[in-house]
């Protein structure tokens, strides 16, 4: 039995973008690049390594994955929205779709998921963030200056009362978030339900004193006891919660954002992306991850320091992530970037040039290594952000403030 050929290639051609969801992939191969575009379309929705009997002419011209262009190494491949489960399918299925099995493609010697595009009816289907940007600077009282924030640290070791401490010093010292770091959630030597419970007295006695503030709680653990989880530190007393969302997945986003017994905002953090998205040909970019959380809900996401802080990676891709975070859309609010990693007030300048004033500029060793310890270190980042906000050189803004000069002269200007 002789099998039908088919081809995969629709170069040139235009679709409807409701009724596909579109990705932009860069591949590396020595093959033409046509052949590795067709064997990603292939792969990812009717084909496979061979012929087969069973792939009929109408199967093929439903669920087929169209190749619409390839400009150098980026391919852009059209899904049809009926290859997804949009009721219960949710981002694994997706990813399945989308970020599947090309990975592993022996002809390919890299490929990576560059963006993606949802028509009306997925992204329909997700309520995005909740509270958002907007939402967290109405939380907090402070509608146009960055938000500023810490990092508890030592990121493991301190204990509840220390935990809480260290964030009522950062909140008197004019921070308005504060957060666990993203290995720590229930060790034995601080208790989520003792650090939470500490962490709120420290936040209410901030209120009593005049200063809002915010401090999130990781709630980081299994898919079938996360909700559980954020319900109980949320009755502990916390005013916003936190997840991994790589090593605990988009559905746990998801289900911490939809929950209605959830009532406080979700901060994400991306620790593990680097494995997927730090190799510039192979992996998923930080930007479709993104676009995946602000679908998902998350009201904050870090999306790194715009080439200016320690986790320097590609300066374009942190600018196409903050702009993910904040541009309009018709379906979701936006989400607060978050500015984090290697952050210190000599540097607060330059990244507030490149990233504008909506984002939560957080620094842990910026604040903590200050050597008039963790107040004065967040005076010190106070006193730098307000220099950025009002366009005053950081040296200068100093010379009246010995918190921020401190800081100048222990890390100096980036």
Request: glycine share 14%; proline share 5%; hydrophobic share 40%.
């Amino acid at each position: 039995m002789k099998m039908e050929s088919y081809s995969y290639l629709d170069l040139g051609a235009s679709v409807d973008p409701d009724a596909y969801v579109i990705c932009k992939y860069r591949v590396t191969t020595e093959l033409p690049m046509e052949k590795a575009a067709e064997s990603i379309a292939a792969e990812q929705s009717t084909g496979t390594w061979t012929g087969i009997s069973t792939l009929s002419r109408d199967i093929f011209d439903r669920y087929r994955a169209k190749v619409l262009g390839i400009e150098g190494d980026m391919v852009t491949i059209a899904f049809p929205e009926d290859d997804f489960s949009i009721d219960n399918g949710g981002v694994p299925q997706i990813l399945s779709v989308i970020a599947g099995n090309l990975f592993g493609l022996e002809a390919l010697k890299g490929v990576r998921l560059e963006d993606v595009a949802f028509p009306k009816g997925i992204a329909g289907m997700y309520k995005g963030p909740r509270f958002g940007a907007d939402g967290l600077r109405k939380l907090l009282g402070r509608p146009e200056k960055p938000l500023v924030g810490t990092i508890v640290k030592p990121k493991i070791g301190l204990g509840p009362e220390a935990t809480a401490d260290y964030v009522y010093e950062a909140g008197s010292g004019g921070l308005t978030n504060s957060k666990d770091d993203e290995t720590l959630v229930d060790q034995g030597f601080c208790p989520i339900e003792d650090r939470t419970k500490a962490v709120a007295e420290a936040l209410d006695r901030l209120k009593e004193e005049g200063h809002l503030m915010v401090h999130a709680v990781n709630v980081s653990t299994n898919g079938d006891r996360i909700v559980e989880l954020a319900e109980k530190v949320q009755g502990w007393g916390a005013k916003q919660i936190m997840v991994d969302v790589i090593t605990c997945g988009f559905g746990a986003v998801q289900a911490l954002a939809e929950d209605p017994s959830i009532k406080v905002p979700v901060h994400v953090h991306r620790t593990m992306h680097g494995a997927m998205t730090k190799d510039p040909r192979h992996g998923i970019s930080m930007l479709a991850i993104t676009k995946l959380v602000r679908m998902c809900g998350g009201d904050a996401l870090h999306i790194g320091t715009l080439g200016v802080g320690k986790m320097v990676g590609d300066v374009r891709g942190d600018h196409d992530n903050l702009e993910a975070c904040l541009e309009a859309s018709e379906h979701y609010k936006t989400v607060m970037p978050v500015c984090s990693g290697g952050v210190y007030p000599g540097m607060i300048g330059r990244l507030v040039e490149e990233s504008g004033t909506n984002v939560q500029i957080q620094a842990g060793g910026g604040v903590a290594g200050h050597p008039g310890g963790v107040r004065k270190g967040a005076m010190g980042m106070c006193q730098a952000v307000d220099a950025a906000y009002l366009g005053i050189p950081v040296g200068e803004y100093a010379e009246s403030r010995p918190e921020l000069k401190a800081a100048l002269e222990l890390w100096g200007i980036k």
